[in-house]
């Protein structure tokens, strides 16, 4: 088992060179400059050469790019194009926001939408079913920046609970966290139903009834660890997802985290940004996929690794 | 064994759980103690929402006017625009200018002190422009300040700038937010002045923290009148329905800008909604380099063809003034042209002049807010009218630069009609019309994308920059302007308000004309 965690933490060397350089190129391949950014609306051509020069944006693109991974090597991701600031310093700062947005809006999904799954799947095509599919259907539909600035309308102009913006306290994880989880949590509602109607059927289901075990007692011991699988593996993937930091909920709800600094690199071009950014989603994903494999094996003991 | 296997999931559960639930907790004692300052809000703690993220507070590194406004809280320069965009004395008593505006000398206030207890005088008058000045030092505002040759203390209250040319719209330049002083000790520390600036300001830096959120307070030692307020909170929010949300829940104080569709909800919840003249100039470009543009009778057609007063009520909710020349009223020389009425006849008549009565195809360009995109709609069903087949095509902001100023040569300029805003930070006509109209503009220099040239409007924008005589200016800059309102190169179209909202207690905050932020004469009631 530690074999194979070392063995993959391994292979994701080469992954992440293959990163690197596929970053590197599509970002310069965007049309705009960002040194004509930086320099402003109303700047001249010398100002922007200027700056071009100063960003070492006028040197050869191959050039450029060792430059970068030379610094990488070294932990140093450069400094931002638009603010001059350590990109590592602003990264530090802005991942636990959105980590624990994440983490928030993961366990809202997940209590929320497992609870939704076994009610649909242990009352099936009841008036409950049918509820909990419909909402499932509402909450993957539903914009998540309309939902956010509904709920922001209801709660922090109506009501007065949460802050609208910002992160002044826990407060401002409640309304974004919400959010994000409702599409999730549709989702997990219907793999989990759809899992557990399969399990259902399964002889072992049906010994387990023929013993006199309660349904909820089988539910609970039998049915749902099995069903498991394809949600967690669902699961991980959002998981995945949302540690990018989502672009559209951070810059509804003015949330200090990586997605609303990923669309403001975009916007100004900002190349160290981008490229730092998206390397540390590169990197997220090939743990969690990691971590989803190992759990795997606890879920279900046929699944064994290659060691 | 499966059971044990379970049971170890179910422990690494609960583990994570405990320590999620302890960060949380953590980070809720955490920021309890800043909610405790924030919540509890006195009266004189004010909160102002705005619309973008916060770059540097370097005045002259700086390139856009947001940052521009938080800066003029902490430092001032020796001369300020007012609310008319007029240049008022600051930190200087009075300037004199010479005939051919290649000296400005400027005498200083004697009792003004920086935040870091230095002394303020000519010398670190010097310092600040031997900086900004340096072209090596690769400063964004250097290119306001490359003029100047030399700078001398005269004495401890008088400093003299030599200009390498005639320049006499430099008194504008020195108005400039990017002209605001910071401490020559600040400067020379190896401290990061644009994160940490020191000026002579009514407010003192405080903290610009994680959230991008900086706060100034109040400077006990200010040599002008006390401000009004302890605190200002600065904090950006992107989304224009939860900064309007902010003010509504009373967690700012102020926030602009506030966009047309929200005034009227904001209005039924009890906040104040103002309107003020802005410099902003918004019009259509027409590559005058390009078939069938080249032809002024095209031109004319197309601008008889669009309704501007239709234009302003949909695209800026009546929020913005109808153009009445190629700058804005409050741009300084400005001159009023005749107007030109919405005439879908006489459009339809000049075209079959000049043998286009089927019209034809073209494409517009903006860049891809909403407004923009409303406005590019607008014209395309105008000219609809006359048969004429517009393509409206919005691009990101990036791109669109791109596509326009990074032109090498005239000849793949690909850009025909351009709807587009122009800001002169400077406040005056030179900065106005120059980059947008004069022949060394075309990109890449500059911004001249209707790639219009006229030797009278060179000659003019020269002639004008190398008198300091007022009236000669204006009369000069009066020629230009009527010159290109009839050449056509654009159709000027508006000049949209700055919009912002408030709390009903806060009295003499507003928006100058050039968008920045005025605190001045703050009243908290």
Redesign the interface.
Known sequence: MFKFIAKRILQMIPILIVVTIVVFMFVHL????PA?????????????E??E??LGLDKPIVEQYFVYVGNLVKGDFGNSL????PILE?MK??FMPTF?LT?WSM?FAFVVGIGIGILSAMRRNSFWDYFGMFAAVVGISIPS?WLG?IL??WF??QL?WF????????KGYVLPSITLGVGVAAIIARFTRSALIDVLKEDYIRTGRAKGFSEWKIMMRQAL?NAMVPVVTMTGLQFGFLLGGSVVIE????F?GLG?WLI?AV???DYPVIQAEILLFSLEFLLINLAVDV?YG??N?QIRYDD | MKNMRFSFLLLIVALLTVVLAACGGSSDSNSSNESKSEGKKAGKDLTIAVNQNFVTLDPQDSNNTLDNSVQKTMMEGLVAFDENMKVVPKLATDYKVNKDATEFTFTLREDVKFHDGEAFNAEAVKTNFERVSDESKGLKRYSLFSNIEKIDAVDEYTVKFTLKNSFASMINNFAHPAAIIQSPKSLSSGDDVSRKPVGTGPYVFESWDSSDIIKVKKNADYWGDAPAADTLTFKPVVENGSRTAMLQTGEADFAYPIPTEQIDALKKADIDIENSDSIVMNYLSMNVSKKPFDDPKVREAINYAINKDDLIKVVYADYAKKATSVIAEKTQFYAAQAEQPYDVEKAKALLKEAGLEDGFSTKIWATNTTNYIKAMEFIQQSLAQVNIDVKVEPMENGALADALWAVEDEKDAKVELYFGGWSPSTGEADWGIRPLFAKDSFPPNSYNISYYSNSDVDKGLEKALQTSDEEERQSIYTAVQKTIWEDQPWVPISNPDNIFGKKSNLDGIFLLPDGSLNLEKLAIN
């Open positions: 965007i049309p705009g400059n004509r950014i930086v320099a402003g609306p109303e700047a001249d051509q010398a100002t922007v200027r700056i020069a100063k638009k603010t001059n600031e602003e700062t802005r624990w983490v366990i920046f600035l922001m309308q922090s102009v007065g802050p609208t913006t910002g992160l002044d306290s826990w660890k810059t509804v709800f003015g200090p609303s403001d916007t100004n071009r759990i606890f879920l003991p």
